[in-house]
C-alpha cells in the first residue's frame, strides 16, 4: 500500500533556493518532474527521513501530498554543473536521495484563505503530531493546486533524532511551536482530527512506514545503533506519541484560545 517507486535522474533542471536544503528541480527517466531533496545537504539523511515518514503519515491520513519517490543520483551526474556550491552537493549526494512529483502551475497557499475547519484541524494534528516546526504564517510549506490545498516538505519534522537521545520523553512533549502554525487559527475540529487520526494510523502502519526507510540512510556517526534499532526507535516514538496525544492536542487547544 505505502511502496514507494524508485527513479533515477536523467536532467537537473534548477535549483529552488528557498530553504537552507537547496533542493532542485530534475527530471527523471520517467519523464516526471521531481522536486528534489538531496542527502548531502545541511541534514543529510535525517532530512530524507522526516520527508519519508511524515509524507507517509500525511498520506495515510487522506491529506493530499504529492507523490514520494525514491531517487538515484549517478556519480558523473553532477561533473558538467558550473556551480561549485551545487556540483558538491550532487557529488555528496550519489546514491539514493527522495523527490516528490512535481505540481505544475501550483501556488504557494494564502494564510487569507478559507479552508475547510476539518481539513485544517487534520493537518495542524498532523504536524503536532510529526513535531513539524515549519508550516508558519511566514513559510506555509502549503500549496493550491486545481482549488485543492497540499500539503509539502515535512523536512523539519522529528527534530528528536538530531539529539538521538529520550525518544520517550520527546514522543510526550505538547510540541510549543504549534502556537505558530499558519492554520491554527481555523483549526476549530482538533478533537474530530484526533479521533480520525486514530481510526487510521495503528502499530501495523508505522511498522510499515518504518521499514521504508532505506538501509542506506541509516548508517549515522552519531549513534551506536544498528539500521533495525534505529528503525524500532522511530516506530515506538510514533507508537507511544500518538497514544499520548492528549498532550499535544491540549497544547494546540490552549494555543487556540
Known sequence: ML????????????????????PALAEAD??????????????????????????KITE???LKIPELAFVNLDVDFGRT???????????????LNLGLHYLSGSIAYDPSVKVDPLLASKIV??????TNIDRTFRNTNLLMWHKELWVIDNGASFYFHHSWQN?????????????DHVLLPQAT???EADKFAKEVLNDAVFREIVNLIPEDWLH??????????????YFNFLKTRLENSEIFLNEAKNARG
Open 3 to 22: 511502496d514507494l517507486r524508485t527513479v533515477t535522474v536523467m536532467r537537473y533542471i534548477l535549483p529552488l533556493r528557498e530553504g537552507g536544503s537547496l
Open 30 to 55: 520517467d519523464d516526471f518532474k521531481y522536486v528534489l531533496k538531496f542527502r548531502g545537504a545541511g541534514h543529510g539523511v535525517k532530512m530524507l527521513i522526516s520527508e519519508l515518514l511524515g509524507g
Open 60 to 62: 495515510v491520513l487522506g
Open 81 to 95: 554543473e558550473a556551480d561549485e556550491e551545487i556540483q558538491d552537493l550532487l557529488k555528496f549526494s550519489e546514491g
Open 125 to 130: 494534528w498532523l504536524d503536532a503530531f510529526i
Open 167 to 179: 525518544f520517550d520523553t520527546a514522543a510526550k512533549t505538547p510540541f510549543k511551536y504549534v502556537k
Open 189 to 191: 475540529k482538533l478533537d
Open 220 to 233: 549515522w556517526d552519531d549513534a551506536d545503533e544498528t539500521p533495525e534499532e534505529i528503525r524500532d526507535i
